[in-house]
Protein backbone atom coordinates (compact mmCIF):
# COMPACT_ATOMS: atom_id res chain seq x y z
CA UNK A 1 0.00 0.00 0.00
CA UNK A 2 3.04 2.45 0.68
CA UNK A 3 4.40 2.09 -2.97
CA UNK A 4 0.66 2.63 -4.29
CA UNK A 5 1.15 6.14 -2.14
CA UNK A 6 4.22 7.04 -3.57
CA UNK A 7 3.02 5.80 -7.31
CA UNK A 8 0.58 7.90 -7.04
CA UNK A 9 1.94 10.91 -4.64
CA UNK A 10 0.81 13.51 -7.03
CA UNK A 11 -3.26 12.65 -6.40
CA UNK A 12 -3.03 11.56 -2.66
CA UNK A 13 -0.92 14.05 -1.48
CA UNK A 14 -2.56 17.67 -2.32
CA UNK A 15 -5.51 16.05 -0.50
CA UNK A 16 -4.16 15.20 2.27
CA UNK A 17 -2.30 18.25 3.02
CA UNK A 18 -5.29 20.74 2.05
CA UNK A 19 -7.91 18.60 4.50
CA UNK A 20 -5.17 18.22 7.60
CA UNK A 21 -4.64 21.94 7.13
CA UNK A 22 -8.24 22.48 7.43
CA UNK A 23 -8.58 20.28 10.31
CA UNK A 24 -5.47 21.98 12.15
CA UNK A 25 -7.42 25.37 11.44
CA UNK A 26 -11.00 24.12 12.61
CA UNK A 27 -8.42 21.98 15.77
CA UNK A 28 -6.88 25.88 16.39
CA UNK A 29 -10.20 27.66 17.01
CA UNK A 30 -11.75 25.48 19.08
CA UNK A 31 -8.57 25.34 21.49
CA UNK A 32 -7.95 28.81 21.00
CA UNK A 33 -4.45 28.57 19.49
CA UNK A 34 -3.56 26.04 21.70
CA UNK A 35 -3.13 22.89 19.90
CA UNK A 36 -0.42 21.40 22.32
CA UNK A 37 -4.00 21.72 24.40
CA UNK A 38 -5.93 19.49 21.15
CA UNK A 39 -2.84 17.07 21.31
CA UNK A 40 -2.83 16.60 24.67
CA UNK A 41 -6.55 15.77 24.64
CA UNK A 42 -6.67 13.66 21.17
CA UNK A 43 -3.93 11.74 23.37
CA UNK A 44 -6.53 11.27 26.37
CA UNK A 45 -9.51 10.52 23.70
CA UNK A 46 -7.43 7.89 21.91
CA UNK A 47 -6.52 5.94 25.39
CA UNK A 48 -10.65 6.77 26.47
CA UNK A 49 -11.94 5.29 23.46
CA UNK A 50 -9.32 3.41 22.08
CA UNK A 51 -9.37 1.01 18.76
CA UNK A 52 -8.58 -2.13 21.01
CA UNK A 53 -11.63 -1.66 23.06
CA UNK A 54 -14.51 0.55 20.38
CA UNK A 55 -16.51 -2.15 18.84
CA UNK A 56 -15.52 -1.46 15.17
CA UNK A 57 -19.11 -1.77 13.94
CA UNK A 58 -20.41 0.87 15.72
CA UNK A 59 -21.86 3.82 13.73
CA UNK A 60 -21.09 7.40 14.27
CA UNK A 61 -24.58 8.03 15.46
CA UNK A 62 -24.06 4.83 17.87
CA UNK A 63 -21.05 6.99 19.46
CA UNK A 64 -22.77 10.03 19.43
CA UNK A 65 -26.05 8.73 21.70
CA UNK A 66 -23.50 6.07 23.67
CA UNK A 67 -23.82 6.79 27.46
CA UNK A 68 -21.64 3.91 28.26
CA UNK A 69 -18.04 4.59 27.18
CA UNK A 70 -15.75 1.81 26.37
CA UNK A 71 -13.10 0.72 28.92
CA UNK A 72 -10.19 3.19 28.76
CA UNK A 73 -6.26 2.50 28.62
CA UNK A 74 -4.43 3.93 31.42
CA UNK A 75 -3.12 7.49 30.90
CA UNK A 76 -0.94 9.83 33.13
CA UNK A 77 0.50 12.48 32.98
CA UNK A 78 4.15 10.93 32.44
CA UNK A 79 3.01 8.81 29.74
CA UNK A 80 1.12 12.00 27.95
CA UNK A 81 4.41 13.60 27.99
CA UNK A 82 6.61 10.61 26.86
CA UNK A 83 4.91 9.55 23.95
CA UNK A 84 4.04 13.35 22.67
CA UNK A 85 7.61 14.92 23.98
CA UNK A 86 5.18 17.50 24.78
CA UNK A 87 7.36 18.43 28.58
CA UNK A 88 5.77 17.16 31.73
CA UNK A 89 4.70 20.52 33.16
CA UNK A 90 3.54 21.84 29.86
CA UNK A 91 1.02 18.64 29.93
CA UNK A 92 0.41 19.14 33.72
CA UNK A 93 -1.04 22.53 32.63
CA UNK A 94 -3.11 21.55 29.69
CA UNK A 95 -4.70 18.99 31.79
CA UNK A 96 -5.58 21.59 34.13
CA UNK A 97 -7.20 23.38 31.08
CA UNK A 98 -8.84 20.77 30.16
CA UNK A 99 -10.02 19.77 33.49
CA UNK A 100 -11.31 23.07 34.01
CA UNK A 101 -13.48 22.62 30.72
CA UNK A 102 -15.03 19.27 31.93
CA UNK A 103 -13.53 17.86 28.58
CA UNK A 104 -11.55 15.45 30.97
CA UNK A 105 -11.32 13.64 34.54
CA UNK A 106 -9.11 12.05 36.47
CA UNK A 107 -10.31 8.15 37.87
CA UNK A 108 -9.95 7.43 41.50
CA UNK A 109 -6.83 5.79 40.50
CA UNK A 110 -5.47 9.17 38.94
CA UNK A 111 -5.53 8.16 35.42
CA UNK A 112 -7.35 10.56 33.18
CA UNK A 113 -10.21 9.92 30.72
CA UNK A 114 -12.19 11.64 27.79
CA UNK A 115 -15.35 12.84 29.20
CA UNK A 116 -19.02 12.82 27.39
CA UNK A 117 -18.82 16.38 27.66
CA UNK A 118 -15.90 16.51 25.54
CA UNK A 119 -17.65 14.40 23.30
CA UNK A 120 -20.65 16.46 23.03
CA UNK A 121 -18.64 19.58 23.11
CA UNK A 122 -16.33 18.66 20.16
CA UNK A 123 -18.72 16.73 18.11
CA UNK A 124 -18.46 19.74 15.48
CA UNK A 125 -14.39 18.26 14.93
CA UNK A 126 -15.37 15.07 14.92
CA UNK A 127 -17.68 15.59 11.84
CA UNK A 128 -14.93 17.34 10.60
CA UNK A 129 -12.44 14.67 11.05
CA UNK A 130 -15.02 12.23 9.29
CA UNK A 131 -15.47 14.42 6.22
CA UNK A 132 -11.74 14.03 6.22
CA UNK A 133 -11.29 10.77 6.12
CA UNK A 134 -13.65 10.41 4.09
CA UNK A 135 -12.30 13.18 1.18
CA UNK A 136 -9.40 10.44 1.71
CA UNK A 137 -11.33 7.74 1.31
CA UNK A 138 -12.26 8.99 -2.21
CA UNK A 139 -9.29 9.58 -3.50
CA UNK A 140 -8.00 6.36 -2.38
CA UNK A 141 -10.32 4.71 -3.83
CA UNK A 142 -9.87 6.41 -7.11
CA UNK A 143 -5.89 5.64 -6.91
CA UNK A 144 -7.19 1.79 -6.47
CA UNK A 145 -9.31 2.40 -9.65
CA UNK A 146 -6.90 3.23 -11.79
Keep these: MEQKVRDNFGKIWPAHVSSLTQ ?12 IDMFLVLAIVGDRT ?40 ETVRRKIALLESKGWITRKDDGFI ?4 KAKEDLEPLT ?6 VARMMSVLREVEAG
Excluded: H, W
Design 113 to 116: VATM
Design 23 to 34: FLIDCRQVFDGD
Design 127 to 132: VTSIKY
Design 49 to 88: FSQRAADPRQSFEEFQNSTQPTPPEDINIRSISDFSGIPR
